[in-house]
C-alpha cells in the first residue's frame, strides 16, 4: 500500500468495506487495491493493475501468481466484461507472468 501515498486512506476504506467478505488477508488487500486501481487509476486489463499500476507481477510473484485467476474475474466482474474478453485478458497476463518470472 506504500505506493498510494496520501490516498492511503482511501485504501483503507476499501479494506474496511469489502472486509465481511473475505476470510482470506491476501484476497481482501488485492481486492482494496483492485478497486481503488479501477475507481482512481482507471485500469481496464488485468496488465494494467498487475504491471503498469502496482508491479505486483515482478515484485510480488508468489501472491500475485495466487491471485491471477480470481483478481481477472473480479476485474471482469466490476467492469462488466464479455467471458471472451475476460479469458484472452487472463491468457495475456499469464503471458506477462511468465516472461517476469523468467527473467533473471
Known amino acids: 500500500f506504500f505506493r498510494y501515498g496520501k490516498n492511503i486512506s482511501i485504501l ?5 468495506l469489502l472486509r465481511s467478505k473475505y476470510s482470506d488477508i491476501n484476497q481482501l488487500f488485492d481486492a482494496a ?3 481503488y486501481c479501477i475507481e482512481y487509476e482507471m ?4 496488465a494494467d493493475f498487475f ?3 502496482t508491479g505486483k507481477i515482478f515484485f510480488d510473484r508468489i501472491n500475485t501468481e495466487q491471485q491471477l485467476e480470481y483478481l481477472n474475474q473480479l476485474l471482469s466482474r466490476e467492469l462488466q466484461l464479455k ?3 475476460s479469458q484472452k ?7 506477462d ?3 517476469a ?3 533473471k
Open 97 to 99: 507472468f511468465e516472461v
Open 83 to 85: 467471458e471472451s474478453l
Open 101 to 103: 518470472v523468467s527473467f
Open 51 to 53: 504491471v503498469r499500476r
Open 12 to 16: 483503507f476504506d476499501n479494506v474496511k
Open 33 to 35: 487495491e483492485l478497486h
Open 43 to 46: 485500469i481496464a486489463h488485468p
Open 89 to 95: 485478458n487472463l491468457a495475456e497476463v499469464k503471458d
